[in-house]
């Protein structure tokens, strides 16, 4: 089965800056579309960033010109780098990949467990 699986999170102050990382392991054929999803307390999962097979790249525009979302295919890794953190980007990230695990079959969508961000002084 497929697991996807983050680290990077972690604690940082204003202004600082955190790396996560979403490895993907297990029966994989394919993966297209991947993304980063944050949640915080008290409210609804938001879309961060996705970048596709090509490298083609969005944002929400709350992140816009202080994240960076990348992908490394040999490794079924996708990273978002946090630059300028402000505490309202306090919140778990979640990672999801769209994955294919056999040959001439869709992807369907897999979902990380998520990594805990804190900004705070």
């Known amino acids: 089965q497929v697991q996807l699986v983050e680290s990077g999170g972690g604690l940082v102050q204003p202004g600082g800056s955190l790396r996560l990382s979403c490895a993907a392991s297990?029966?994989?054929?394919?993966?297209?579309?991947m993304g980063w999803y944050r949640q915080a307390p008290g409210k609804q999962r938001e879309l961060v960033a996705t970048?596709?097979?090509?490298?083609?790249?969005n944002y929400a525009d709350s992140v816009k010109g202080r994240f960076t979302i990348s992908r490394d295919n040999a490794k079924n890794t996708v990273y978002l780098q946090m630059n300028s953190l402000k505490p309202e980007d306090t919140a778990v990230y979640i990672c999801?990949?769209?994955?294919?695990?056999?040959?001439?079959?869709?992807?369907?969508?897999?979902w990380g467990q998520g990594t805990q961000v804190t900004v705070s002084s």
């Open positions: 970048i596709t097979r090509g490298g083609n790249t």
């Open positions: 999801k990949q769209e994955i294919a695990r056999t040959l001439l079959v869709t992807t369907r969508d897999y």
């Open positions: 297990g029966s994989i054929v394919r993966i297209d579309a």
